[in-house]
């Protein structure tokens, strides 16, 4: 797990206890895993009595850190020796450390199910409609002569009802290029999933 500099820094305020003091140490370490895991409980420590002696925009920053490393440890499946030694890195205390740790094992797996929800899945190509127009001429020139396919993919999203249309034309010379491409991509998946 790689950390920017600064998730770092913003982590090293937590670390501090003249930032983020014992008491309320917990609270936000509470907050943030609470933020990624209900939506609505998002941004809860503006306004917090428990948080009201630190600076807000401290407690800000040391949310963000705290936000930013859960999300990445979640997301490289961080094993917990891995995380205590970039928390030791951060200046945690071993109290502090525990803590995270012991929070992050207990929210791991419905943090890997929300992460793993989060994203777009591009659609999927159920069918193909074209058409193939020859122009003769055009309003700019007097002749053309040119075939144009008029191409027409019905996709289906993820998550979306009905079946959409992506359309596009192209020349012979373009639609033998998109095809060698499709066949190329058709090869590399073949290769990727008989080598798992």
């Known amino acids: ?43 809860r420590i503006s306004g917090e009595a428990a948080f009201s002696g630190v600076d807000q925009a401290i407690l800000k920053e040391a949310y963000a850190g705290l936000v930013s490393c859960i999300i990445e440890a979640t997301k490289h499946d961080t094993e917990a020796a891995s995380l205590e030694a970039v928390l ?10 525990k803590a995270f740790i012991a929070s992050y094992q207990e929210r791991k797996q419905i943090l890997q199910i929300l992460l793993g929800n989060v994203g777009v899945t591009p659609p999927h190509i159920v069918d193909v409609d074209w058409r193939l127009d020859y122009y003769i001429k055009n309003n700019h020139l007097e002749k053309v002569n040119e075939a144009v396919y008029l191409i027409s993919l019905k996709t289906e999203v993820p998550g979306k009802p009905g079946i959409q249309d992506v359309q596009f034309s192209c020349t012979q010379e373009q639609l ?7 066949k190329d991509a058709t090869k590399c998946l073949e290769k990727i999933s008989s080598s798992q």
């Open 1 to 43: 797990m790689e950390l920017s500099p600064a998730v770092i820094d913003s982590l090293s305020v937590v670390g501090d206890s003249a930032h983020v003091p014992d008491k309320c140490y917990q609270k936000l370490l509470d907050a943030a895993f609470n933020g990624i895991v209900d939506s609505e409980q998002r941004n």
């Open 88 to 97: 030791e890195d951060c200046k945690f205390t071993a109290d502090r450390t």
């Open 176 to 182: 033998q290029d998109f095809v060698g491409k499709l």
